[in-house]
């Protein structure tokens, strides 16, 4: 867990904007694995393979929900940031601000979980390809 700092705006900015490129990122990557089961779903009757592909599609499903989560309360952050600047913006290259410390934590964790389903996923793939 982090703990709790200030930071400059220009550092929160920089490390929102990773963090909603890294969430774009796994929306393409969520796309190509929901894809991916696409073709190969109609090759499997075996109904243990069936259920471990709809488990994977539900975690698809979830995580995609959970990076909308993610890329909103970003955002939602950056923008009280800007209109921060905007109000006071002689006194913005001075002023620290309190770390997002909780979102920081959350994308962590986020990327912990997703890191998890890929291996779990490529597993699965390898097992049955």
């Known amino acids: 867990m982090s703990t709790k700092t200030t930071l400059y705006l220009s550092d929160l900015h920089f490390e929102h904007q990773q963090w909603l490129k890294e969430l774009e990122f796994w929306e393409d990557e969520i796309d190509l694995y929901n894809r991916r089961l696409g073709e190969i779903i109609g090759r499997y009757t075996d109904p243990s393979i069936k259920a471990e592909m709809e488990h994977?599609?539900?975690q698809f499903i979830r995580h995609d929900e959970?990076?909308?989560?993610?890329?909103?309360?970003?955002?939602?952050?950056?923008?009280?940031?800007?209109?921060?600047?905007?109000?006071?913006?002689v006194a913005i290259d001075h002023v620290h601000f309190n770390d997002h410390t909780e979102l920081r934590d959350r994308m962590e964790t986020q990327r912990k979980i997703y890191a998890d389903l890929k291996a779990e996923f490529y597993t699965f793939l390898s097992r049955n390809m």
């Open 56 to 58: 994977f599609q539900n």
């Open 66 to 89: 959970v990076i909308d989560i993610l890329k909103h309360d970003v955002r939602k952050h950056e923008s009280q940031l800007v209109k921060y600047a905007q109000d006071h913006p």
